[in-house]
C-alpha cells in the first residue's frame, strides 16, 4: 500500500483524499484515510461538506448514502439527521465528526485525524 499523499497547512496535517471532479454533485462519497476513519464527502450547491461517514447511533458505515435535504443528511438506517455544516444531530442525540478540509486546484486535502482511535472504534 502506497503511503498518503500530505502536507501541512497552518499546522494542521492534510492527506489529500480525492479530486473534486470525481464526486457525484448532489450526492455523498466515501473515503477511508485510514483502517479506522471513513468520511463522507457531500458535493453541493453550498459547498463541500466532510463529515465521519459512520453513524454514531449504530456505528455503521452508511452516512454517504443518506437522504438529503439542503445542507442536512438523514442517515438511511435509522433515520438520524445531521446538519453537514456542523455535524450537529438535529434531534440533539450524539452529533458527527465535521472534518476541515481545502481545496487547492481540483484536488481535495482533508485535516489528517489527530486520534489514533475514534470513540466508535471502542465499542468493536
Known amino acids: 500500500m502506497t503511503a498518503p499523499m500530505t502536507r501541512n497547512v497552518d499546522g494542521v496535517r492534510y492527506v489529500r483524499l480525492c479530486n473534486v471532479l470525481d464526486l457525484p454533485q448532489a450526492d455523498g462519497k466515501a473515503f477511508d484515510i485510514d ?10 450547491p453550498e459547498g463541500l461538506f466532510v463529515v465521519s461517514n459512520v453513524c454514531p447511533h449504530k456505528r ?10 439542503g445542507t442536512t443528511v438523514q442517515c438511511p438506517m435509522h433515520g438520524w ?3 453537514l455544516r456542523s455535524g450537529a444531530n438535529m434531534a440533539g442525540q450524539a452529533p458527527l465528526r465535521v472534518y476541515r478540509h481545502v481545496q487547492d486546484g481540483d484536488w481535495v ?15 468493536l
Do not use: K, Q
Open 35 to 44: 483502517d479506522l476513519h471513513t468520511v463522507a464527502v457531500f458535493r453541493l
Open 81 to 83: 439527521r445531521f446538519d
Open 60 to 69: 455503521m458505515s452508511v452516512i454517504c448514502n443518506g437522504m438529503l435535504s
Open 109 to 123: 486535502w482533508v485535516e489528517w485525524p489527530d486520534d489514533e482511535r475514534p470513540a466508535w472504534a471502542d465499542a
